[in-house]
């Protein structure tokens, strides 16, 4: 264990593309990282990192139990699956909100009828729901939740919204924003203390290096 | 129906052997540690009152707790932790006593823990609680039990020391109401410094300033000189220089590099009044000793007394020992007996274990299966005895 090394998580996907750059950006070698193949830990040559790829969900199960010590994830997931870790930057990319949305021209806020949402994020809707003091029931969907409304399952739906376009195409419309969403930067709680300089360094060149920051 | 008689609940397990001994090994050698500075042991119940854990302030969330009813209807839970039954305790059963008092223990607690986590529903604690006391002379003392406790998990142990009235004082200044002050507290334990910010972007001052400071503030004696700049009250001046000094005085104990410091640490359990602690090994994800200071918990049970203790996760420093090989040791030597034999067998083996052998009593039929069995488990002499009592040893 003594010697293992930092060991970073990326979501797969968007934010691992994102990632990787802003990595080469730092100065370190990513040849390994985009040609990967079937991998799923990648060294970076010449630096005590390598990289975990995984799903959103277990990049933050990893951090936690400590096998990673530093992840990237969205706040999303952060959002919805919760967990104890240090969550100390924002990297700017990734940038979209959770909305809640509904049938073009309807009104949701209104009468006193308990509501539906269909949503892939039960816990996000909950607590989003909970704190306006608002009755609603929720419906766990796992693919396109636009379906829902159009089908007459549920009154609304609260998902990510990045464009819009899927939400227009099915005559959807944003009614509220949730929450805003990035990519952030998780650290597990006990790596941080016992690796501090290390991890102090990796952060501070990923801070110094993610433009996107400020857009 | 689906049965379930032959699983253990999900966050529960069996312990076997190995681990079994790992986990006996760690108790043990905490108790040794705990009664050498005559701390007394205490047990409680494992079934408590639901109000115990529920009461002016809730320190527990109840979706944490493992609740049932009694035969009277009331509600119950499996002990949740163990700081709140023995305050209930030393406020209670022990009012008569004198202070200090020095007690520890060595029980299972209970949670419910989010689904799939992998995470221990039932793990058991080995703790102290110091009662009473003068306040240094009881947080050098607890603080070196605790640097020690970690020893006996992992040498290569880190002690880290905060204290909570920074964040309590800061905040109170602040002047925000306690849902805001409780996001504040949950932005400075998970250093999310974004949201930290944003939060207090529209607040000014040096309150503001400080907490906004808080989490960036650990690591070694270098923080102290950092967060001078940012204590610009005399109570909490006097507050830094006190835990500067406990922090010397713990680092000439056990040495500067075992000891860290984090102003940022701010307990979900805020029972926690003055300094806190946690303990760290490499290759465990998570602290495996956390404790602190909390003057106003016995209050609540009706008696004023100062506090303050720390628990050892037995479970997750037993895995570590597991995980790090414990060597499990053959008997010397195989005792067979056979039909008829058995009580002469039985006497030899008691002879052999008052000279120090370590001794495995056959409950084979054959001598043949017997020896089978040695050869198998690496005992290196059989015994075998007849009915009259007469031996016959044979190195194998």
Do not use: W
Not at chain 2, 240 to 258: E, M, T
Not at chain 2, 273 to 286: A, D, N, P, Q, S
Request: include cysteine; charge should be negative; aromatic fraction near 10%.
């Amino acid at each position: 264990m003594e010697n293992r090394k930092v060991r970073i998580a990326l979501t797969k996907g968007r934010i691992e593309n994102k990632a990787v750059d802003l990595l080469e950006k730092i100065g370190y070698d990513v040849t390994d990282l985009r040609n990967k193949g079937r991998r799923l830990i990648l060294s970076v040559p010449n630096e005590d990192i390598e990289v975990v790829l995984a799903k959103a969900a277990d990049v933050i199960t990893y951090v936690e139990h400590g096998v990673c010590d530093l992840g990237v994830v969205g706040k999303d997931t952060i959002m919805e699956h919760g967990g104890k870790f240090f969550e100390i930057s924002d990297l700017g990319f990734g940038k979209c909100r959770f909305a809640l949305a509904v049938k073009k021209g309807t009104d949701f806020y209104m009468g006193y009828g308990v509501k539906t949402v269909a949503t892939k994020y039960p816990e996000v809707t909950r607590r989003f729901f909970e704190a306006k003091g608002m009755d609603v029931d929720i419906v766990k969907i796992e693919g396109s939740v636009e379906l829902a409304p159009l089908v007459g399952l549920s009154d609304g739906i609260v998902d990510i919204v990045e464009t819009g376009t899927t939400l227009k195409e099915n005559g959807l419309e944003v009614y509220d924003t949730v929450a805003p969403i990035s990519a952030r930067l998780i650290v597990n709680t006990v790596s941080m203390k016992l690796k501090q300089e290390r991890i102090s360094e990796i952060v501070r060149l990923i801070e110094e290096n993610c433009d996107d920051k400020n857009n | 129906m689906k049965r379930y008689d032959l699983l253990t609940p999900e966050g529960t397990r069996d312990l076997l052997f190995e681990e079994c001994a790992a986990k006996r090994s760690i108790t043990e050698k905490l108790t040794r540690l705990f009664k050498s500075y005559c701390y007394s042991e205490v047990m409680t119940p494992g079934l408590e009152f639901f109000d115990v854990f529920n009461g002016k302030v809730r320190y527990f969330p109840q979706e944490t707790m493992y609740k049932l009813v009694d035969g009277k209807n009331r509600l119950m839970v499996l002990r949740p932790d163990n700081t709140m039954p023995i305050a209930r305790l030393a406020a209670t059963r022990l009012s008569g006593e004198e202070l200090p008092l020095k007690l520890f223990y060595n029980q299972s607690v209970f949670m419910v823990n989010p689904k799939d986590s992998g995470r221990d529903d039932e793990f058991t604690q080995s703790g102290i609680e110091i009662i009473g006391g003068e306040i240094a002379a009881a947080d050098y003392e607890a603080l070196s039990l605790a640097a020690k406790a970690l020893a006996v998990c992992d040498e290569d142990y880190r002690l880290e020391i905060g204290d909570n009235g920074f964040f309590r004082e800061l905040i109170f200044q602040l002047g925000v109401d306690s849902e805001q002050a409780e996001s504040i507290r949950e932005f400075i334990e998970t250093k999310n410094y974004p949201a930290l910010n944003e939060m207090l972007g529209g607040f000014y001052g040096s309150a503001a300033e400080a907490i906004k400071k808080l989490p960036a503030l650990f690591g070694g004696e270098e923080v102290f000189a950092e967060a001078e700049k940012y204590m610009l009250t005399d109570s909490l001046c006097a507050r830094l220089k006190s835990l500067k000094a406990l922090y010397d005085g713990i680092c000439g104990i056990c040495g500067a590099d075992r000891i860290r410091v984090d102003l940022g640490l701010v307990h979900k359990k805020n029972y926690y009044t003055g300094i806190l602690f946690r303990g760290y090994v490499e290759g465990y994800g998570r602290p495996v000793l956390s404790g602190g200071r909390y003057d106003n918990l016995l209050g609540d049970f009706g008696r004023e007394a100062a506090a303050v203790g720390f628990a050892v996760n037995v479970e997750a420093a037993a895995k570590f020992l597991y995980a790090r090989g414990l060597e499990a040791s053959a008997p010397d030597v195989l005792v067979h007996g056979g039909q008829g034999a058995e009580t002469a067998a039985l006497r030899h083996c008691e002879k052999l274990i008052s000279d120090g052998y370590k001794v495995y009593n056959s409950l084979f039929a054959s001598p043949e299966s017997a020896a089978e069995y040695a050869k198998q488990h690496n005992i290196y002499r059989v015994d075998t005895v007849s009915a009259d009592g007469s031996v016959k040893s044979t190195e194998v």
